[in-house]
């Protein structure tokens, strides 16, 4: 366990919670590098290892800087990005281009013309109009880049519909209207400035059960099938996405990496047996599942304020600001008072953040010790999502990252000034 209790005070990766808030101030962001390896060392051992021809690029919107780009070629994975930022990001982390493959529903031309300048791995293609424009920039450049096919496999994933991705209603994906696609197949096939690897889907995130991995396997095998019987082409590749779930907690069941993609591993071989051809290489693309408990968030408790049989409302100096999951869709998480972290949980309180919005609620109804001004608060399972989608509603700055390992700890992302936010003001 990264998180530890030693004398009533919440410990993580070896690193006393409360001297990390009065070092770095809060809200603060704190990041396990032991428990990023971790799940690296978990996707290469039950995946990358076991199986060949495999590989895993790890979903950047989750989270990302430029250190953990480095942990992350470090550990031997590649990096899926979905806009110009995130792949400058990795840019200026010298993230080897090779193992980068751009993902996204509205590329712009400049996005497009930095990936095919830095000649990264791949680029998934997510409509019609896409294909044209990176045609268009290779021919001007002189260049061939490696895509697939993002297609909507029409499966509906049990999750919150704003993170379902997979249905048939959605923005994401090349429809599969035998009109539409198979045109599209025969341009990629015949383009003399692509090479088409094959296809890509991803189902939906924060998932629990496999039974639409499964589905929109089964839709993929048959238009991979489909492609050889029409164009007599075989796809090298397919990209099975991720949206492996992680624990929130204490009742969400959590799954292992197994048990998502050994039943997919065992269906693709099938599949290639009964076809005659070589299996395709298979690629995944987990982001929460690496970083999400790797991360918890560090608050200071202020204004408490009790109505009577009403509720206990408990403001901290963060909120929607630095995690607006819970506002965006009703996401659960738990926490502890850590400098109390021993101390019986007596006290029902929901944990609310500074924001002008109602719903700036960040914990409902939490079971927790008697709580003061001055208190620090730990939100648990924040590494993922956090960070990443922080914003500054109410000229709030965005927190500061801290990296801890084994007891120490550093700065890696700096804490935003109230000048760094207005400096690009005129």
Do not use: W
């Amino acid at each position: 366990m990264n998180r530890q209790v030693k004398n009533g005070i919440l410990y993580f990766d070896g690193c006393n919670t409360l001297e990390l808030a009065e070092k770095y101030g809060t809200p603060l962001y704190v990041i396990s590098e032991n428990a990023v390896v971790k799940k690296c060392k978990e996707i290469k051992d039950t995946f990358l290892q076991k199986y060949e021809r495999t590989r895993a690029a790890y979903a950047a919107k989750a989270f990302l800087t430029t250190t953990m780009c480095n942990i992350i070629e470090r550990e031997g994975l590649c990096i899926d990005v979905v806009s110009g930022g995130e792949l400058y990001t990795a840019i200026k982390a010298n993230f080897p281009p090779e193992k980068i493959e751009f993902n996204g529903n509205n590329k712009s031309l400049v996005e497009l013309e930095m990936a095919i300048d830095y000649n990264i791995g791949r680029i998934i293609v997510d409509g019609l109009d896409e294909l044209k424009l990176i045609e268009s920039v290779c021919k001007e450049k002189n260049k061939k880049v490696n895509i697939l096919y993002r297609i909507t496999p029409g499966v509906k994933s049990d999750s919150h519909d704003y993170i379902v991705t997979g249905k048939k209603d959605s923005k994401f994906g090349i429809p599969l209207d035998d009109e539409i696609i198979f045109p599209a197949i025969e341009q990629a096939i015949k383009s003399k400035y692509v090479n088409f690897m094959g296809f890509h889907f991803h189902v939906g995130s924060q998932l629990q059960d496999n039974a639409s991995h499964l589905k929109a396997l089964e839709t993929s095998l048959k238009l991979i099938k489909e492609t050889i019987e029409k164009y007599d082409y075989i796809t090298p590749e397919i990209n099975i996405g991720g949206g492996f779930g992680i624990r929130y907690t204490e009742s969400d069941e959590k799954r292992s990496y197994s048990y998502f993609l050994d039943p997919m591993m065992k269906r693709i071989d099938e599949f290639s047996k009964e076809a005659g051809i070589t299996r395709p290489e298979v690629v995944i693309e987990p982001g929460r599942s690496i970083v999400g408990e790797a991360g918890i968030t560090l608050y200071t408790v202020g204004t408490i304020k009790e109505i009577k049989g009403i509720r206990k409302y408990v403001s901290i100096d963060g909120g929607m600001t630095d995690n607006v999951r819970p506002a965006l869709y009703q996401a659960k998480y738990e926490g502890i008072v850590a400098n109390k972290a021993e101390e019986p949980k007596t006290d029902t309180v929901t944990i609310c953040g500074k924001c002008c919005e109602s719903g700036d609620i960040l914990i409902k109804d939490a079971k927790v010790a008697p709580l003061q001004r001055g208190d620090i608060f730990a939100i648990f399972s924040t590494g993922a999502y956090g960070y990443s989608m922080a914003s500054n509603y109410n000229k709030n700055p965005l927190p500061a990252v801290v990296l801890v390992k084994d007891g120490e700890s550093k700065i890696i992302v700096k804490r935003q000034s109230y000048e760094d936010m207005i400096k690009n003001e005129l």
